[in-house]
């Protein structure tokens, strides 16, 4: 039997889902989405149930990629139990997406979350008497504690096959009824095998959304004409009208089963009178980035100069029986040098990274930076929610293009998408650190991601102007702060880790191997005569040439090639000032990394992921070449 | 006396005009009388609780020209301020 999960954006969904899943589960693609679902196998009860986890959605309407899945997995699943979960403390709102599942004619289970910040803001409720209303069985559950989920599970089981019936409370407006129950009449039956009720079609008809997208020309001239009867009797729009009637019957659900009373007093709604503080709440975010990053840098390069010193001794006994410089030795060192480097220069700061973002997310800070950050990211004609990719990107810009999903608009999505790629990621950033810092100084360091500021804002100002839209503006629900539960944060870094380890190390392993064959076969020179015309014109040494190309699949085999291909870990002594420079600016900013594309091309499509590459190319050889030639002639 | 009375009452429910929820002050209670900006728009605010005769409190305005945090029914909403002018409210308190 299959169980489904929906409820809308921040209640509790995530939470519950984990408290039964545990680490079995696993995430795939929704055909034709591209929202990634949790499911996983769920014994319950005795009964093996298949659980999925989708998306928070408001309501069932399609105008984000979310809610698109939503409606994808709705029309193609066989589902058999939908659980409906609600924040009790928001019972109100929550009732009208309730309202709008109960018309898809599947079996209903309403899990009423968070009961105890309900209580917390005196909201005390009868679930029985809902239940009644509503005629679907309602579960009362605290996921984060769990509290009642045997219950829930135990009625999902018993739901399987029982469709809500109508109770006569729940009845609309004498019009509008009438208009519902025309419209599913000349619907002519419904296209193909469909298990969701007509009486879905026809209303979402009527709200102006053809959901199943195969609505016969007769209907839809049939829900043109009643949408403009509705629409002359109410004076608004019909979609508005039938929106009306949901809100009131969940007002009229609410005031029969719940009461309001005395909230207690709860310290994190002063919280914000800090965090959000128009000064305060500023000088906080500054501090906790720099907190952020150098905590996560200091563990990380603890964690790396253990690893490689274990890595380097347990190559030197494994390998001691192959003779340096034999074809045997260079593929044995190239794919432990791959080895090596994944676990050792990429892990070590992924893990800090992705645990102390898990955290952030899950106390619930990271809206608070969104409304921090909107009035700043205007000026460069996007708004807060696309700070949450951009700071991603500061770790590595995979979860970065992945995170563009929340934001509604396919521009928003491409801008935020590709200015997350121009952020030094953790590799760039090593780069940074081993090249410009060691050699040059911190200061220089520090100049360069200054510098890079400075040309993601430039970038966000350039390109909304090349592709100019009104943006759509934040709106954003800002939940409360809460307590991070161990085992979702633990989930969380595990889902991003696998990305990692299954796409990301092996291709590092991959083009290791390979540039080990190319150095063996000589090919090296070919390639850097190829490249010498990019070489040149930034004033770099040939020898570079392949370094550059390696660069592209993951960004830091350029900095260790480099050394390499130079034949010495002394750069300074073959490389100049403004070559080193030079050199770190290119690599920042170049063709973003494979997995990233790959990431790209997922998110915002092949065409749009082809403009970015492009830009990124064409931004770094100008920066280059700039660099190049101011460096030279102020350094010498 | 009472005439009085009425007609400064008179003028003190007319002197609560309309303002777009980016004009209201911060810490105010404001009651939603438009909701412009076509459906799409309304519909996304109304999923968030914010539609016409729903009684908002004005939490606190970013700075920057940044965005209006409101509370629509027990939960906290960020507004654009592009988003906060097309909806029309009066000041309550």
Known sequence: ?636 | MLQLMTTAHARKTSAREMVSLDAAPAGSRVRVVEVGGGTGLARRLAQLNIRVNQALTVERVAPLGGPILVEAAGASVAVGRSLAHKVKVEVLA
């Open chain 1, 1 to 636: 039997m299959k169980v489904a999960l929906i409820g809308q954006p921040n209640c509790g969904k995530s939470t519950l889902f984990n408290a039964v899943a545990g680490y079995r589960s696993a995430t795939a693609n929704f055909p034709g989405t591209t929202v990634r679902l949790a499911w996983s196998r769920v014994r319950a009860n005795g009964c093996l149930m298949e659980l999925v986890d989708l998306p928070g959605v408001y309501s069932l309407t399609t105008a984000n990629p979310a809610e698109e899945g939503v409606k994808r997995f709705l029309l193609d699943s066989d589902v058999d139990v939908l659980i409906n979960v609600l924040d009790a403390s928001l019972l109100s709102r929550s009732l009208e997406l309730t309202l709008e599942l109960r018309e898809l004619g599947l079996p209903v289970v309403v899990c009423l979350n968070m009961m105890d910040e309900a209580a917390r803001k005196g909201i005390a409720i009868d679930a029985e008497k809902l239940s009644a209303l509503l005629g679907l069985p309602v579960v009362e559950t605290i996921a984060a504690r769990g509290v009642g989920i045997r219950e829930l599970f135990l009625r999902a089981g018993k739901a399987q096959g029982q469709p809500p019936a109508t109770p006569e409370s729940l009845a609309w407006h004498r019009d509008v009824e009438t208009a519902v129950q025309t419209m599913e009449r000349r619907l002519n039956g419904l296209p193909g095998p469909n298990r969701l009720a007509a009486r879905f079609f026809a209303v979402k008809l009527l709200e102006g959304d053809d959901f199943s997208g195969q609505a016969s020309p007769a209907a839809r001239a049939a829900a043109r004409e009643l949408r403009g009867e509705l629409e002359r009797s109410h004076g608004r729009a019909a979609e508005s009208v039938i929106m009306s009637e949901r809100h009131d019957r969940s007002m009229h659900l609410f005031e029969k089963a719940a009461r309001v009373g005395r909230p207690r007093p709860d310290f994190r709604l002063v919280l914000d009178n800090f965090l959000a503080h128009h000064v305060w709440g500023y000088v906080f975010l500054l501090a906790l980035l720099v907190g952020f990053f150098y905590a996560v840098f200091t563990l990380g390069a603890a964690l790396e100069e253990m690893l490689l010193g274990a890595f380097e001794g347990a190559f030197a006994r494994w390998s001691a029986g192959l003779a340096a410089g034999s074809l045997g030795f260079t593929v044995a060192k190239s794919l432990w040098d791959g080895v090596a480097g994944g676990a050792a220069v990429v892990l070590s700061y992924l893990v800090p990274f992705l645990v102390g973002l898990a955290l952030l997310e899950d106390v619930g800070y990271l809206p608070r930076v969104a409304y921090l950050t909107d009035g700043l990211l205007h000026r460069i004609g996007l708004h807060g929610t696309s700070t949450l990719p951009i700071i991603l990107g500061y770790g590595c810009s995979v979860p970065a293009c992945l995170a563009v999903r929340v934001l509604p608009s396919r521009r928003d999505r491409f801008l935020a998408a590709l200015l997350a790629t121009l952020v030094p990621c953790s590799a760039r950033s090593t780069v940074i650190f081993a090249l410009v810092a060691f050699y040059l100084g911190p200061g220089w360091a520090f100049g360069v991601y200054a510098f890079n500021v400075v040309v993601v804002i430039f970038s966000g100002w350039f390109l909304t102007r090349l592709w100019p839209e009104v943006s759509p503006g934040m709106l954003l629900e800002v939940p409360r702060y809460q307590w991070p539960i161990p085992s979702v944060v633990l989930r969380k870094v595990w889902l991003r880790l696998r990305e990692f380890i299954l796409v990301a190390w092996p291709l590092l392993i991959g083009g290791s191997v390979v540039l080990g064959f190319i150095e063996y076969l000589g090919w090296d020179r070919a390639v850097n005569a190829g490249l010498a015309p990019l070489t040149g014109l930034l004033g770099l040494p040939a020898v570079v040439g392949v370094t550059l190309i390696f660069g592209v699949l993951r960004k830091e085999l350029s900095m260790l090639m480099l050394m390499q291909a130079l034949g010495t870990t002394q750069v300074a002594a073959v490389l100049t000032v403004p070559q080193i420079l030079v050199f770190t600016l290119f690599v920042t900013f170049y063709i973003p990394c494979i997995a990233t594309i790959t990431a790209l091309v997922k998110e915002i499509g092949a065409r749009l992921t082809a403009a970015a590459v492009a830009y990124t190319f064409a931004l770094a050889i100008v920066l280059g070449v700039g660099a190049r030639f101011l460096l030279g002639a102020l350094l010498g």
